[in-house]
C-alpha cells in the first residue's frame, strides 16, 4: 500500500509544481480577482508549489520508509525511520516557508532568532530531543529491549523524537517481573540524569539470575548443592549452554574480565539460623520468573525425596 501511495504523491507533486510554474509564469488568472488581498496568480501558484513540496517529501518519504521495513534488523529500521521523519520533516517545513516568502536569507535568520527564543521558552521538550538523538546514536536501548528508566520499568514499546514509551513491568499492580497492562511515558531528557538499566543489553540477550533456599544447618551441603546444579543443567539445557556462549562473545568486546562457568552454580551464605543456598544459572530476562519458579518447584520436590541428607529451618525468624 505505501508504494503505490508514495508515487501517487510523487506524481501529484510533479503534476502541482508543474501547473504552478505554468500560473506564476504565464499569467494565466490575471482575470482572477484578488484573494485576501493578493493577486490570484500568486496565491494560486504558490499554493501549487506548497502542494509539490509536500507531495514529493510525502512520496520519497513514504517509498524509504518501505524499503526499511524489508530489512530484518527492525530496530536499525525503527531508528533510521525516526531520523527521516525528522529530517523530511524540517526540510518539508524550511523549503515551504521559503515558497511563501522567496526570502532564504531572511528566512535562515527569522529561524536562528525563533530557535534562540525558542531555546528558552521549551527547554524540557528539547531536552528530551537531545536525548532522543543520544539514544538514537548510542543505542542504550531500543524498541523491544527490557529496561529500568529512573523508577519505571518495562519493555520498550516506542521511541519518538520526546517520549519512550513502556509496556510496564511490576509496578503498583503487581510484582516478580510480570507485566501489568499499563503503559508507561517516559521524557526522554530521563535518560541524562538518572541510571538506565538494560536487562540483556550489554551485547547478549541473557542475564545471570539466581533462585534461593533455605535449609538448616544439619543439611549434607554437598548433596544438596549437587542437587540444586543437576535440576538448573537438566531444566535449561542447550538454552544455557547458547547463552553462556554468546555471553562470552559479547564479554571478549569489553575489557572486563570475567569467569564464567560452563554450567550453574551453587553459592552458599550462612544466615542466624539457616544456610541460604543459592543456585545461578543463566537465561532470557522475559523468562526470568518463569523458570525460577519452575526451577524452584524441581529443587523443593528433590530436597523432599531425601529428607535423612536435607532439613529444612524451623525458625520463624525465616
Known amino acids: 500500500m505505501r508504494r503505490p501511495l508514495g508515487l501517487g504523491a510523487i506524481v501529484l507533486g510533479v503534476a502541482s509544481a508543474v501547473a504552478g510554474g505554468l500560473v506564476a509564469t504565464t499569467g494565466a488568472l490575471g482575470d482572477w480577482p484578488d484573494v485576501i488581498g493578493y493577486p490570484a496568480t500568486l496565491v494560486v501558484g504558490r499554493a501549487l508549489l506548497v502542494v509539490a513540496v509536500f507531495g514529493v517529501l510525502y512520496g520519497s518519504y513514504l517509498l524509504a520508509v518501505r524499503l526499511l521495513m524489508r ?39 527569522s529561524l536562528g532568532v525563533i530557535g534562540f527564543a525558542i531555546t528558552f521558552a521549551l527547554q524540557q521538550p528539547l531536552l528530551s530531543l537531545i536525548a532522543w538523538v543520544y539514544i538514537t546514536v548510542k543505542q542504550p536501548y531500543g524498541v523491544g529491549d527490557r529496561v ?25 499492580l503487581v510484582t516478580t517481573n510480570q507485566p501489568s497492562g499499563r503503559v508507561v511515558t517516559v521524557p526522554n531528557s530521563v535518560v541524562l540524569s538518572s541510571n538506565v538499566v538494560n536487562f540483556g543489553g550489554g ?64 553459592n552458599v551464605k550462612q544466615g542466624e539460623s539457616w544456610v541460604e543456598l543459592r543456585v545461578r544459572y543463566l537465561t532470557h530476562p522475559r523468562r526470568g520468573q518463569r523458570v525460577k519458579n519452575r526451577l524452584y518447584e524441581r529443587i523443593l520436590a528433590r530436597f523432599n525425596e531425601h529428607p535423612d541428607r536435607v532439613a529444612f529451618p524451623v525458625s520463624r525468624n525465616r
Open 203 to 266: 551485547g547478549s540477550p541473557y542475564v545471570w539470575n539466581e533462585v534461593a533456599v533455605q535449609v538448616a544447618y544439619e543439611t549434607d551441603l554437598d548433596f544438596a548443592r549437587e542437587i540444586m546444579a543437576e535440576e538448573a543443567s537438566d531444566l535449561l539445557g542447550e538454552e544455557m549452554a547458547e547463552g553462556i556462549a554468546a555471553y562470552r562473545e559479547a564479554l571478549a568486546e569489553t575489557p572486563v574480565e570475567l569467569e564464567v562457568h560452563d554450567g550453574p552454580t551453587v
Open 71 to 109: 530489512s530484518a534488523n527492525k530496530r536499525r529500521a525503527y531508528n533510521t525511520r525516526n531520523v527521516l521523519r525528522l529530517a523530511f520533516g524540517f526540510v518539508g517545513t524550511v523549503a515551504t516557508l521559503a515558497v511563501l516568502t522567496e526570502n532564504w536569507l531572511g528566512l535562515l535568520f
Open 148 to 172: 529500568r528508566i529512573d523508577d519505571a520499568k518495562g519493555d520498550v514499546i516506542g521511541v519518538d523524537f520526546l517520549v519512550t514509551t513502556l509496556w510496564e513491568i511490576d509496578g503498583e
